[in-house]
Nanobody
Framework: QVQLVGSGGGLVQAGGSLRLSCALA?????????MGWFRQAPGKDREFVAAISWSGGRIYYADSVKGRFTISRDSAKNTVYLQMNSLEPEDTALYYCAASKFIATMVETPAGGGIEYWGKGTLVTVSS
């Protein structure tokens, strides 16, 4: 069973930065999975934020975060990161780490349906 352990959320003022981390804690091979982040704001559906292929060669972002967020992965640490800069109050949400065999599952499936593994959400709150 794949276990994803997320961390790094918190409270920040608008314009600030946070970095989320998600470690794959299992006996599975980290590079077998595409990794990604989704978020769910209060009263809204879960939405795609960013995804990175197993090799790191393909990266995708939601239009709302392009140019502000950066996803990366460190295979030596079995960890994926989401660097969030220029944060806006609209970025306030529970952020979920996800792992899937296919990056298409993350990018093309609404609200992440079909994704095999999820971490527990980490709360990001951006004050105005």
């Amino acid at each position: 069973q794949v276990q994803l352990v997320g961390s790094g959320g918190g409270l920040v003022q608008a314009g600030g930065s946070l970095r989320l981390s998600c470690a794959l804690a299992s006996g599975r091979t980290f590079t077998a999975y595409a990794m990604g982040w989704f978020r769910q704001a209060p009263g809204k559906d879960r939405e795609f934020v960013a995804a990175i292929s197993w090799s790191g060669g393909r990266i995708y972002y939601a239009d709302s975060v392009k140019g502000r967020f950066t996803i990366s992965r460190d295979s030596a640490k079995n960890t994926v990161y989401l660097q969030m800069n220029s944060l806006e109050p609209e970025d306030t949400a529970l952020y979920y780490c996800a792992a899937s065999k296919f990056i298409a599952t993350m990018v093309e499936t609404p609200a992440g349906g079909g994704i095999e593994y999820w971490g527990k959400g980490t709360l990001v709150t951006v004050s105005s």
